[in-house]
């Protein structure tokens, strides 16, 4: 996540510009932003030179800096949201989880699509963008049954090439059982 470089002290000199574009919801007690807001719903503001989310600058004015490696979540789930009471700071792992999107169902999922519980024994995981973790029980149990299939195709091929095979020794033996009883049968006359 890109580090902003927002003082608290700069934060605050901007609150007073941008609290008249924020409506309160009675209902929900979100304070909505009515500025520009990015492709995914989130507030966006102008601050210093630089472009940044609503929300993480009224919460850096309210309670100060965001600490490295931490992001601040909608409690409200409401991304246009910026009162500070329904804002959080958590890890990115903890936002992720929270959510409703396929990411947060992964992590929350505690067995796999087969029923095996993801332990530290049983668990394995996997880099690159298919990545993630995958099941130990389930790992085997495909790889034994691609081991049986390939084995089954194998020897089918084993008795083909034999059946072909045993016809071509069959053949040069006739061949030559036939050249012998020719070779006896004109010997005799």
């Not at 901007?14 to 009515?34: F, K, N, P, Y």
């Not at 102008?46 to 600490?67: N, S």
Request: charged share 30%.
């Amino acid at each position: 996540m890109k580090r902003i470089s927002l003082t608290q002290d700069e934060a605050k000199d901007a609150m007073q510009r941008l609290l008249a574009r924020v409506r309160i919801d009675e209902q929900t007690g979100c304070h909505e932003w009515l500025g520009a807001k990015t492709d995914k719903g989130y507030g966006s503001v102008r601050v210093c030179g630089q472009t940044l989310p609503a929300h993480r600058v009224f919460f850096i004015a309210a309670k100060g800096e965001i600490p490295q490696g931490l992001c601040v979540d909608h409690l409200c789930r409401n991304r246009a949201c910026c009162n500070i009471s329904h804002l959080e700071i958590v890890t990115v792992r903890e936002n992720s989880a929270r959510g409703i999107g396929r990411a947060a169902h992964a992590i929350r999922t505690d067995t796999c699509k087969r029923g095996h519980a993801f332990t530290d024994e049983n668990t394995y995981w996997v880099a690159g963008p298919r990545g993630g973790r995958r099941c130990r029980a389930c790992n085997r149990a495909s790889a034994n049954y691609r081991r049986k299939r390939d084995n089954v195709q194998m020897r089918e091929r084993e008795r083909e090439l034999w059946a072909a095979n045993r016809e071509a020794i069959n053949a040069r033996r006739r061949a030559r059982y036939t050249v012998k009883v020719s070779l006896d049968l004109g010997g005799g006359a």
